[in-house]
């Protein structure tokens, strides 16, 4: 294809737009005397997404091609950022989403940390992502602040507004800002538009891609508390609690102003505790202002794992005696304290920790969690015990620790890149502002077995490290997880820890403890205990591993092994099991045709395995007894097979069909074990409490599938357009037994106000898509995910499998008032006679592809047109253009039958109509005003200028100045 510069395409004669005078109203504002409310709206709806190339650029939208233009020319940051682009083969998304999850699995070696998903740089076509969204904002923004906040996007994100390159952020995990105002048209729509590059990666696990977490639009006053410009750190004597308040306001009035803060206390009751008021403080214009302020609260309500006492601060900030700014903070009110011989203490009481890590994907839903998907797994661990989480190995999303604030439960805080060079500390920094007020988050894990950790360089980067959480925090302890099996405990940079993390090294921590007996201990990750659900015998062609626990063992890989390590020394604060749930990718201990990890008590759909009862009966005070394997065995007859119960009863008796095979005590953290000869018939356990049976529990063998049983989590949920109920399919025998092996494939159908959000069985080696709305069994059950929309009323699923009896439940989506958001844009599609609506060109191609110059004067422009009898009226929507901005042109003109007759500017267009097909030719004056020069007559010499005036800069073969291709418009939709 010829190469045309942005020169040619100005001498070809292209009519481009002069720029005006800036309006006033987008003038910055240089004082604001009214008072002005923080917004906050969210803007995860209404997006459009298509995937782009991280090698072709004709598959990248032109990025970076040279002849869209990117980084070329302000303001002109490729067609798909203006208005009038064409956006119709795009798709409908909402925030959060996660494109990997919907990608098919590729048998790929190279693919096994991310779970055999085809993505990295031997994707390119699947490694980069486009998303657009349009809004409009009120005319009253004029004058205000406004940013656009971003909870998460992995990768790297290229974003671009109104046609303006903004900035590149790198690093999946940690939030990310842009203030935009300089940018913004107050009135009119405003278009976001955002690449998203996945090609490279942060972690060694599944991570998916795309916009995964919350995006906001937040408005100020020019003058503003700063993003996560608030703190509160308390400490407490007795029944009263010292507040210290320290506030950061930003000033971007144009002029220094006197700021003055107003800081309220309210209690969880919702009274007011505490007040107090700052004295005017000036703050210069484009600086940030540091208030500290001391309030006591008296009769204080501590934030506990059973009392999720939460307080709110309320900061008022005025400008010179303008109200500016109103900001709330939720913050909670405990003591934290290790003691290097007793372990941790929670408010003065001793808390053992018990533990998990966990990534943050879940079957069906990838790592695009919406906020119910959060709570769900918070629930279903402290139903096993479970009291603190680590987000590994990455800084988690806000709503998760939402959900442990109002739940229950403590937080291990962990940033994803051990490093001070500046995309590091930032990313830091960045984790304690935002996550300092959670009473959940108890430490912060500065890195996660880095081997550099143990370095005298390590102790310089830890040590850097250290001092920004002192500095913004100072509350809280920090910690590092140190390399496995006790790689330079107690080395270099590990020693900056104010709790000595270990991680699967339970000998090594207790000779450390011996020689280092002032530091408190805590296992940072233990346990990498492998088990599938419902699987007893070791299958690796099947991606199956024994639920036995290698108790013998250490607890490396052993829960009981570990446990009973960390409960019988009480100078261990306790320790974080791998993992809660299983997680996607670094498939353990099979590859290929495994598709995820294998180490969790719970699989990708929160389904208990076997040691998570082990967990419960140790780690909770409700009564627990559960025996194991199922008693299906057709091919075992007369073979011997360990059965176990995990108990915390004082006893447990064992009887088959009714003949008592002994009773039996329980060992403290420990189980028990029968060995009994397989025959079909009913293994059942009996618990004794004080000598009297107080519970029991029955294995028996099945018939054949006949019913399908459903359970859901919650019978209401919010008509949000995001709220969440969780499905289980069960597989039933006549007898409403559950099958513990078969595959039936499950349907899940809905009817009502919602739709099936994604399935999962938890088996390690299904290949299904998770985007779906059937799923095979696994072990008898698998689950579907049911998402709300935007209107209430009963909700009905159904799950259907052939041959099976079908089985539904009922679920009211019930009105709520919903978070404050953004209104999605959506353009006026005209609708009338004749050739009335939208229409766009189609380019049309040379010998050598698309014509350059067709492109450079159609591209994506939008044609609307509206025809009354024989008038033509309408505009001319284009895209800016190298030397100009976006332009729109009124259109006057006529339609006589097939004829088609209008002007636009200085334009003129005539051609016909047939059908959904327009043939347009132009005509347009010469540019800048200049008559062209008559061709010279008579002779003329062999060498010298052209005879005919043309310009021969534009080459030989080009047309000359004025004269415009054909143009071809087709009837759109969008």
Same mark, same amino acid.
């Given at each position: 294809m010829a190469s045309w510069s942005r020169r040619d395409v100005l001498k070809s004669g292209v009519a481009l737009p002069t720029l005006g005078l800036l309006p006033a109203e987008l003038l910055p504002a240089q004082t604001s005397a009214s008072h002005t409310v923080r917004e906050r709206l969210c803007l995860d709806a209404g997006w459009r997404f298509h995937f782009g190339h991280a090698t072709d650029a004709t598959k990248d939208f032109g990025y970076n091609s040279g002849r869209n233009g990117s980084f070329q020319k302000t303001g002109n940051f490729l067609p798909a950022a203006a208005l009038p682009f064409d956006d119709t083969g795009w798709t409908d998304v909402d925030l959060p989403h996660d494109w990997v999850i919907s990608l098919p699995f590729k048998n790929d070696p190279s693919l096994s940390s991310k779970g055999f998903y085809p993505i990295g740089r031997s994707y390119p076509e699947n490694s980069v992502g486009w998303y657009r969204r349009v809004f409009t904002l009120a005319k009253d923004d004029a004058g205000k602040r406004i940013s656009i906040e971003f909870d998460g996007v992995y990768r790297e994100a290229l974003v671009v507004f109104n046609g303006y390159y903004i900035g590149r952020h790198r690093g999946g995990y940690d939030p990310f800002r842009y203030d935009v105002t300089d940018f913004m048209k107050p009135g009119e729509p405003n278009v976001l538009l955002l690449r998203v590059d996945a090609t490279e990666s942060d972690g060694w696990f599944y991570e998916g891609a795309g916009i995964y977490r919350h995006t906001w639009l937040v408005k100020t006053a020019p003058v503003h508390v700063a993003q996560w410009g608030t703190f509160v750190r308390s400490t407490v004597e007795g029944r009263k609690a010292n507040l210290q308040i320290r506030t950061e306001v930003e000033n971007n009035a144009g002029a220094s102003k006197a700021v003055r803060v107003t800081s309220t206390v309210i209690d969880p009751s919702g009274k007011t505790v505490g007040k107090v008021t700052s004295k005017p403080m000036a703050v210069p214009d484009g600086e940030t202002g540091t208030f500290e302020q001391q309030v006591s609260v008296n009769d204080v309500a501590l934030w506990s794992l059973e009392e999720r006492n939460l307080y709110r601060l309320v900061t008022e900030v005025d400008a010179d005696g303008v109200a500016m700014d109103r900001y709330e903070t939720r913050f909670g009110i405990r003591t934290l304290r290790f003691d290097?011989?007793?372990?941790?203490?929670?408010?003065?009481?001793?808390?053992?920790?018990?533990?998990?890590?966990?990534?943050?994907?879940?079957?069906?839903?990838?790592?695009? /969690?919406?906020?119910?998907?959060?709570?769900?797994? $918070?629930?279903?661990?402290?139903?096993?015990g479970c009291n603190a989480y680590r987000s590994a190995h990455n800084p988690p999303t806000s709503e998760l620790l939402d959900a442990c604030d109002e739940m229950g439960m403590l937080f291990l805080d962990e940033t994803r890149m051990m490093s001070s060079n500046p995309e590091g500390i930032a990313q830091f920094e960045n984790l304690i502002r935002r996550d300092r007020n959670h009473p959940s988050v108890f430490m912060w894990n500065m890195g996660n077995e880095e081997r550099e950790a143990t370095t005298e360089t390590g102790l310089h980067i830890l040590s850097t490290m250290k001092r920004s959480a002192i500095k913004l925090d100072g509350s809280r302890p920090v910690t590092v997880a140190p390399p496995p099996l006790g790689m330079g405990l107690g080395q270099g940079g590990l020693m900056v820890s104010d709790v000595i993390g270990y991680n699967y090294t339970d000998p090594q921590i207790e000779a450390f403890h011996k020689t280092h007996p002032t530091l408190p201990c805590l296992g940072t990750e233990n346990v990498s205990a492998v088990a599938t659900r419902g699987a007893y015998a070791i299958d690796e062609a099947n991606g199956a591993v024994s639920s036995y626990d290698p108790y013998t063992t250490s607890g490396r890989a052993s829960a009981e092994g570990w446990w009973r390590f960390v409960n019988t020394r009480p100078w261990m604060s306790g320790g974080f099991v791998w993992t809660g749930f299983d997680y996607r990718g670094e498939p353990s201990p099979f590859q290929w045709p495994n598709i995820n990890s294998e180490y969790g008590f719970l699989d990708t759909c929160g389904f208990p395995k076997d040691t998570y009862f082990y967990y419960q009966a140790w780690w909770t005070a409700k009564p627990v007894l559960h025996i194991f394997p199922h008693w299906n065995w057709p091919d075992f007859v007369g073979k011997e097979i360990a059965v176990w119960a995990h108990s915390n009863m004082d006893e447990v008796e064992l009887l088959q069909d009714g003949t008592s095979l002994g009773r039996q005590r329980?060992?403290?953290?420990?189980? /028990?074990?029968?060995? $009994?000869?397989?025959?079909?018939?009913?293994?059942?356990?009996?618990?004794?409490?004080?000598?009297?049976?107080?519970?029991?529990?029955?294995?028996?063998?099945?018939?054949?599938?006949?019913?399908?049983?459903?359970?859901?989590?919650?019978?209401?949920?919010?008509?949000?357009?995001?709220?969440?109920?969780? $499905?289980?399919?069960?597989v039933h025998d006549a007898e409403g037994r559950v099958l513990p092996v078969t595959d039936n494939e499950i349907s899940f159908n809905v009817s009502g106000p919602a739709r099936v959000k994604g399935t999962g069985n938890g088996n390690p080696v299904s290949h299904e898509p998770d985007t779906g709305s059937s799923r095979k069994a696994f072990a008898g059950m698998c689950m579907g995910i049911v998402q709300a929309t935007r209107e209430s009323g009963n909700v009905v699923i159904e799950i259907t499998s052939p041959g099976l009896e079908p089985a539904s439940a009922t679920v009211t989506s019930r009105v709520v008032k919903e978070r404050p958001e953004v209104v999605v844009w959506k353009r006026e599609v005209p609708a009338g006679e004749g050739v009335t609506g939208l229409w766009r060109p189609v380019l049309q191609d040379g010998p050598s592809g698309p014509d350059p110059l067709q492109l450079a004067v159609s591209g994506d422009t939008l044609y609307t047109f509206i025809q009354r009898g024989s008038v033509l009226t309408g505009s001319i929507d284009a895209?800016?253009?190298?030397?100009?901005?976006?332009?729109?042109?009124?259109?006057?003109?006529?339609?006589?039958?097939?004829? $088609?007759?209008?002007?636009?500017?200085?334009?003129?267009?005539?051609?016909?109509?047939?059908?959904?097909?327009?043939?347009?030719?132009?005509?347009?004056?010469?540019?800048?005003?200049?008559?062209?020069?008559?061709?010279?007559?008579?002779?003329?010499?062999?060498?010298?200028?052209?005879?005919?005036?043309?310009?021969?800069?534009?080459?030989?073969?080009?047309?000359?100045?004025?004269?415009?291709?054909? /143009?071809?418009?087709?009837?759109?939709?969008?």
């Open positions: 290097a011989n007793e372990g941790f203490f929670l408010n003065g009481k001793s808390v053992k920790i018990k533990g998990t890590c966990n990534h943050q994907d879940h079957a069906g839903l990838g790592v695009a /969690l919406p906020d119910a998907a959060q709570r769900f797994r $918070v629930k279903t661990l402290q139903e096993v329980v060992p403290k953290d420990s189980h /028990l074990q029968w060995i $009994v000869t397989y025959k079909q018939g009913t293994l059942e356990a009996r618990g004794f409490k004080a000598g009297k049976q107080v519970m029991s529990t029955k294995r028996e063998t099945t018939g054949k599938a006949a019913k399908l049983a459903i359970r859901v989590d919650r019978t209401e949920m919010d008509a949000d357009g995001a709220d969440l109920v969780f $499905v289980v399919a069960e895209p800016p253009a190298m030397f100009g901005p976006a332009t729109t042109g009124a259109v006057q003109g006529t339609v006589e039958g097939g004829r $088609v007759h209008f002007t636009s500017g200085s334009t003129t267009y005539d051609g016909g109509v047939t059908g959904d097909r327009m043939e347009l030719h132009r005509t347009m004056p010469p540019r800048g005003g200049q008559p062209a020069r008559a061709a010279e007559t008579g002779a003329h010499p062999v060498i010298g200028p052209p005879p005919d005036g043309s310009d021969p800069s534009l080459g030989l073969g080009r047309r000359g100045a004025g004269t415009q291709p054909a /143009l071809i418009l087709q009837r759109a939709k969008r």
